[in-house]
């Protein structure tokens, strides 16, 4: 089952900030964030471990209550170039496959 | 550094036939993961190859294989092709990591487009 995301989508002023939300069913490892952007591949963002441990972007961070089962994305001051579709991926098993959750439409504007 | 990179980056075929989509892992990994992403959708794993060999498979029929060669490149083949097959195939590579599973950060390649008429 994959993890649900929300929102769906928001719109956000340049400089605004927004949150997006990853919850799962599941016992989780870690929680992966991606940005993908209209036809291009997925970016890697952010990956958060069980334990606490986190890496990534510089200017985007990052929460995983393991107990809940849930991550949030946070966007600070957004810029236009954060626009595009947000995916969580979360790790459940031994290996490292990822299940992507529903996706958040971030649309930044002037 | 040299990315993730795919070949080739369209595809048409038509119901029925058999396609070979080829992915080259970024420098330095050895594990590589192939998604199908369908329009307005996040991906989903098909297969993920490690040692040449597959080390786990998401819910997809055995019409989907794959391989992955000595120097961790990999290929998908997808056989009798329906329509329903039309999508983006994303490869990701990564780098086992000894300390265990779900902490490696997998990079995606810029996708084959597949469209099946």
């Known amino acids: 089952q994959q993890p649900v995301q929300s929102p769906q989508a928001v719109i956000l002023r340049e400089g605004e900030d927004a949150v997006i939300n990853c919850s799962s069913s599941?016992?989780?490892?870690?929680v992966h964030w991606y940005r993908q952007k209209h036809g291009e591949a997925p970016v890697f963002l952010m990956i958060l471990l069980k334990g606490g441990e986190q890496k990534g972007h510089e200017k985007i961070s990052a929460s995983f209550n393991e107990k809940k089962q849930q991550s949030s994305l946070y966007l600070t001051a957004s810029q236009l170039s954060y626009s595009g579709t947000y995916f969580c991926?979360?790790?459940?098993?031994?290996?490292?496959?990822?299940?992507f959750g529903t996706g958040t439409r971030l649309q930044v504007t002037l | 550094d040299a990315g993730v990179t795919q070949s080739p980056t369209h595809l048409i075929k038509t119901r029925g036939q058999q396609v070979t989509l080829r992915c080259s892992p970024k420098s330095g990994h050895d594990t590589v993961s192939w998604y199908q992403q369908a329009l307005g959708q996040g991906p989903q794993f098909i297969f993920q190859y490690y040692e040449e060999e597959e080390r786990q498979r998401g819910n997809f029929p055995d019409r989907f294989s794959g391989h992955q060669f000595p120097n961790y490149s990999s290929e998908l083949n997808v056989n009798a092709l329906l329509l329903g097959d039309s999508a983006l195939y994303l490869c990701a590579s990564s780098l086992v990591l000894a300390s265990g599973s779900g902490r490696d950060t997998q990079y995606f390649g810029p996708g084959t487009r597949l469209t099946v008429l």
């Open positions: 599941k016992a989780l490892y870690s």
């Open positions: 991926g979360t790790a459940t098993g031994t290996a490292s496959k990822l299940t």
